[in-house]
C-alpha cells in the first residue's frame, strides 16, 4: 500500500491563516456597528454580513487550496481568490452603504481592517499563483 505524502507549501498555511483572521475578525474584533436601541440594524451591519459570507468563501477555498496537490488546479484557486478579496474591499461603503458618521465603528474599525486583509489576500494569493507557475 502506498502512503500518500501531503505537500503542504508555505503559501498554503499563509492563505488558510490570513482567510481564518479574516472571518473569525470580521465577526468579533472588526466588526462593524452593532444593533440600535431599538433592536434594529444600521446599514453597515449588512456590509459586515456581506464581508463574513466572502471571507467564508476564502476560507474554504484555502481549504481546498491546501489539500490539493495538482499546481495548476492550486494555481486556479489562488486566481479565484483575487476578484474574491478585491470583492470584499469594494463591498463596504461602496456598494453597501456604512453609517452617516465617520466616528462610527463601521468606519473606523471595520472598513480600514476590510482594505487590509482583501489587500493581505490579494497579495499571498498572487504570491502563491506565482510560486505555483514556477512549480507546474
Not at 468579533?28 to 451591519?45: E, I, L, N, Q, Y
Not at 449588512?46 to 463574513?52: E, V
Not at 495538482?70 to 461603503?93: C, H, N, R, T, Y
Not at 506565482?130 to 507546474?136: A, D, E
Amino acid at each position: 500500500m502506498e502512503k500518500k505524502k501531503i505537500n503542504i507549501g508555505v503559501t498554503d498555511i499563509i492563505l488558510l491563516v490570513l482567510s481564518i483572521v479574516f472571518l473569525i475578525g470580521i465577526r468579533t474584533f472588526f466588526a462593524p456597528c452593532g444593533p440600535k436601541d431599538d433592536g434594529s440594524w444600521m446599514t453597515c451591519h449588512w456590509a459586515g454580513q456581506g464581508i463574513t459570507g466572502i471571507a467564508a468563501v476564502l476560507l474554504v477555498i484555502s481549504v481546498i487550496h491546501l489539500l490539493v496537490k495538482e499546481s495548476k488546479v492550486k494555481q486556479g484557486l489562488a486566481i479565484a481568490m483575487i476578484p474574491m478579496a478585491l470583492f470584499s474591499a469594494i463591498l463596504p461603503g461602496n456598494m453597501i452603504g456604512l453609517c452617516m458618521m465617520n466616528t462610527m465603528r463601521c468606519h473606523s474599525v471595520m472598513h480600514p481592517a476590510t482594505i487590509v486583509m482583501s489587500v493581505l489576500m490579494i497579495a499571498a494569493a498572487a504570491f502563491d499563483l506565482f510560486v505555483q507557475k514556477k512549480k507546474g
